[in-house]
């Protein structure tokens, strides 16, 4: 019988022993359990009939880590258990406990299932640093960490350090005791049932087919689609993730802010030319932007850069380019718009200046000693597709910058690319589905259609590089104005982006750029719609 383990890791001191007892106290009373300790804290274990123990010193872990290995699993062939629980010592490696405990001969009675990493909030970011590699290796493997924070419960810039080396961990507080809970006893399908899915799925393909085809849906005409907005779509991702993790690992954040003019109207013109030249998608604009904010940069300019930049640089401009068969038209529209919305939102912030719009109004934080960065660039949530990485290790090498880069691109693509696919999904619908009133000829009014593509574009949170080519899919369904309503404002604010804006910033400011940036793009779109749409045919 394969056995499910949970690890929990993390410094010494850091609440680990706590953590599991609590665990076997409130969470597992009626579970028989075993209990591996690899590390002796001053908090006892739990003791009583349904727990076994397991004690390794430091010493013999680093002299015999297989010979341990081994005891383990005679341990539970001889003595079957409902959960192993494994308290990992907060100064080895991850890999180690891996190099144990995931070889074939353990894979019969051992299942690692969860890894917890625990930690006090207070000075994490230099303990982190202080670690090293070490404790890199352990919040890289977790899914999941265990914070001990103030009286107040919120993660500060501290807490969300544990992002920039796993952006997919999900931290929880004692404030939100029972969603942790519920997060350790929730399982992700095994790759066998995946297998079994498939075929359950192919059994229900088989079944249906017949009911779709009387239907008129043709599911050989919506994968051709599909499939072919996928393939065009995909390369202008990859160019764009690449680019922006380019600029993330050899651009600094300093430079730019170092070049920005403190004049409200050069500011404004820099910060156009800015979001031309620098090929970052929408997400990772954001970082940028705080950045500018607490360096002093003018609100204005700032806004500026951030709305415009991932509507005008040259991999959205090709990408439209591609989407549009070579229309000037459509991309100087897109460009144009995107510009004047850009500028004009920005100048919003000087008719009527923001006050306290960060959450915290210390001054920029320095890099420390292990090259962490501190809170000013720490700001996405998990909502987000983008990160920001820097070299934790401090390596200058070339090759340590290169793969950081390939790291950076290769989680970006994979995050932002669900969202691309949920977009496909939905614009292919519309072409295979499309509104009875536009089939007929009555059409929709132009304002409700524009509305409706802003709205999609929010929804669908699409890459900035990649969504010219889902917008070109629907263009049979919807009027270029529309079209230009998705193209314009989805690439400025969208469901990420907010969730991105609401880790740095108060949540009055971030509404304010959303509702600011929505009645501007609408305005200007419906006015260029209601004029012709510049002579633009698709």
């Not at 629980?85 to 405990?101: A, P, Q, R, S, T």
């Not at 079209?483 to 609401?502: E, H, R, T």
Request: proline fraction near 5%; include cysteine.
């Amino acid at each position: 019988m394969v056995t499910p383990a949970w690890v929990i890791t993390g410094f010494l001191d850091s609440g680990k022993t706590t953590l599991m007892n609590r665990l076997i106290e409130e969470e597992l009373e009626e579970q028989e359990i075993l209990a591996i300790l690899f590390e002796n804290g001053d908090i006892p274990l739990t003791q009583n009939g349904q727990v076994r123990r397991l004690v390794y010193s430091k010493d013999r872990l680093e002299e015999a880590p297989f010979e341990i290995a081994e005891s383990i699993r005679d341990s539970l062939m001889d003595n079957p258990v409902d959960l192993v629980i494994i308290e990992w010592n907060g100064m080895e490696h991850f890999h180690k406990l891996e190099e144990m405990l995931l070889q074939f001969s353990m894979k019969p009675v051992l299942s690692i299932e969860k890894v917890i990493y625990a930690a006090e909030e207070d000075r994490l970011r230099g303990r982190i640093s202080d670690a090293g590699a070490i404790s890199m290796s352990q919040i890289a493997a977790s899914d999941c960490a265990y914070l001990r924070v103030g009286e107040t419960e919120q993660i500060s810039g501290e807490g969300k350090a544990l992002f920039d080396i796993n952006p997919d961990i999900h931290i929880f507080t004692g404030g939100k005791w029972e969603r942790f809970a519920k997060r350790l006893f929730r399982y992700d399908i095994k790759p066998q049932m995946w297998l079994l899915s498939a075929v359950v799925l192919t059994v229900l393909y088989l079944a249906v087919m017949p009911a779709l085809g009387q239907s008129g849906f043709s599911f050989q005409a919506f994968f051709t689609v599909f499939l072919g907005v996928f393939l065009q779509a995909v390369p202008f991702l990859a160019i764009g993730v690449l680019l922006s993790s380019a600029i993330q690992v050899y651009v600094q954040p300093e430079w730019i802010q170092r070049k920005f003019p403190k004049q409200v109207i050069a500011g404004q013109l820099f910060a156009i030319v800015a979001g031309f030249c620098l090929p970052v998608c929408d997400c990772a604009s954001i970082p940028v932007f705080k950045s500018l904010v607490k360096k002093g940069v003018p609100m204005p300019a700032a806004v500026t850069f951030m709305l415009v930049s991932p509507v005008i640089n040259p991999v959205v401009i090709l990408s439209t380019w591609y989407a549009f068969n070579g229309n000037v038209r459509m991309i100087a529209a897109r460009c144009g718009l995107g510009v004047l919305c850009a500028v004009l939102s920005g100048l919003t912030c000087l008719v009527c200046p923001p006050k306290k719009v960060l959450l915290t109004d210390d001054a920029r934080h320095p890099v420390n000693a292990g090259g962490l960065r501190s809170g000013a660039d720490l700001m996405q949530g998990q909502a987000g597709g983008c990160r920001v990485y820097d070299d934790p290790a401090g390596n200058p090498e070339r090759s340590s910058r290169f793969f950081m880069m390939m790291r950076h691109a290769q989680n970006e693509f994979f995050a932002v690319g669900k969202y691309l696919l949920t977009g496909i999904f939905v614009s292919t619908v519309f072409q295979d589905m499309q509104p009875a009133m536009i089939r007929s000829g009555a059409g929709i009014p132009l304002a409700a259609s524009i509305l409706f593509m802003m709205a999609m574009a929010f929804v669908l949170s699409l890459c900035s590089s990649s969504d010219a080519v889902v917008a070109r899919s629907m263009a049979g369904v919807f009027p270029v104005g529309a079209l230009m309503g998705f193209l314009v404002f989805g690439p400025m604010m969208d469901i990420k982006n907010i969730a991105m804006l609401l880790g740095g910033f108060r949540a009055k400011f971030a509404a304010r750029l959303l509702v600011t940036a929505f009645l501007i793009c609408f305005v200007a779109v419906l006015m260029f719609a209601s004029l012709g749409s510049g002579g633009i045919r698709i």
